[in-house]
């Protein structure tokens, strides 16, 4: 199993920018990808970015160039660096991995918030 840990959210006016950071640590030989989907109140989960092990990148919609996925793997880190932030981002934003064939599925971190002021 994959164990995510999340930092970095919190609050910022709109237009700012802030990083996410997420650790992955246990089977992390299991991961395939290493992705951020966000969950606003009252709306479904969606996806925010997503980086494959070979570097394949997809983003929702809605990022339109504001966001960027990296990915560290001599530290098995995801980070999520985010400029031109809005209200309407504003949500619990979550990590999570994706596995290879003979792994468990899908891991998830435990969340961060993410507010955005007007």
């Known amino acids: 199993q994959v164990r995510l840990v999340e930092s970095g959210g919190g609050l910022v006016q709109a237009g700012g920018s802030l990083r996410l950071s997420c650790a992955a640590s246990?089977?992390?030989?299991?991961?395939?990808?290493m992705a951020w989907s966000r969950q606003a109140p009252g709306k479904e989960r969606e996806l925010v970015a997503r980086?494959?092990?070979?570097?394949?990148?997809l983003y929702g919609d809605f990022v339109r160039g504001r966001f960027t996925i990296s990915r560290d793997n001599t530290k098995n880190t995801v980070y999520l660096q985010m400029n031109n932030l809005k209200p309407e981002d504003s949500a619990v934003y979550y990590c999570?991995?994706?596995?290879?064939?003979?792994?468990?599925?899908?891991?998830w971190g435990q969340g961060t918030q993410v507010t955005v002021s007007s």
């Open positions: 999570y991995t994706d596995s290879v064939p003979y792994c468990s599925g899908r891991n």
């Open positions: 246990g089977d992390t030989a299991c991961i395939s990808a």
């Open positions: 980086m494959s092990n070979a570097g394949t990148t």
